[in-house]
């Protein structure tokens, strides 16, 4: 029996030109993207940016009195630095505002206008924050005698300021800088029991 002979056709199907240009522009878009990689980690490793941030560098307790009706009365003394540690990119600052409180009453509102930070520099602001008289609940009024007895009062400090720098060509950065933290002070001497507090960004 002779074999069978196998047939094929005399025309192959031509690739659509569209499928080669849906090719070519995806390799275009790979490499574009990959060398866009490569530059923004070379900037990146060039320029080094650090993230601006807020911290509190000194307090102190000026005067803390309670009267037998509940009534408080305080000052404290609060020195909250913004600092840029860039060399080569100025960092703004603004809607800076910040909460002090004591046992969960709000005894003070810290505020600061917009402003900006030199290169690798720092701008101090030091609050003197007195209060009026405070009417406190039983309870409140308890905590802090107990804490004058015990030397040891606690102030919440929480707020946030929004802070704008740019990094070099590779654009700019703006972002939610909130700060939270406890301040420890001594009340016998309103000395400032001293803790690294540093704000987040969010």
């Not at 601006?52 to 307090?59: C, G, K, L």
């Not at 007195?130 to 107990?146: H, T």
């Amino acid at each position: 029996m002779a074999p069978k002979s196998k047939f094929s056709t005399s025309r192959e199907r031509a690739t659509n030109p569209l499928v080669w240009c849906g090719a070519i522009i995806c390799t275009i878009f790979t490499i574009a993207v990959i060398l866009g990689g490569i530059v923004t980690f070379i900037g990146y490793l060039v320029i080094h940016p650090r993230v601006p941030y807020v911290s509190v560098m000194d307090a102190h307790l000026d005067h803390i009195q309670i009267y037998y009706e509940g009534i408080l009365e305080i000052q404290v003394t609060i020195l909250i630095r913004a600092q840029n540690g860039n060399e080569k990119t100025y960092a703004s600052f603004s809607d800076s505002s910040y909460s002090l409180s004591l046992n969960r009453e709000v005894v003070a509102q810290l505020v600061a206008p917009p402003f900006e930070v030199g290169k690798n520099s720092s701008v101090d602001f030091n609050y003197v924050v007195p209060s009026s008289p405070i009417p406190l609940r039983p309870d409140q009024a308890e905590d802090v005698d107990a804490g004058l007895k015990k030397d040891l009062i606690i102030f919440d400090l929480k707020g946030s300021s929004r802070v704008r720098w740019r990094i070099g060509s590779l654009g700019s950065v703006r972002y939610l800088c909130r700060l939270d933290c406890q301040l420890r002070f001594h009340p016998l001497n309103g000395t400032y029991i001293p803790s690294r507090y540093s704000s987040k960004a969010k």
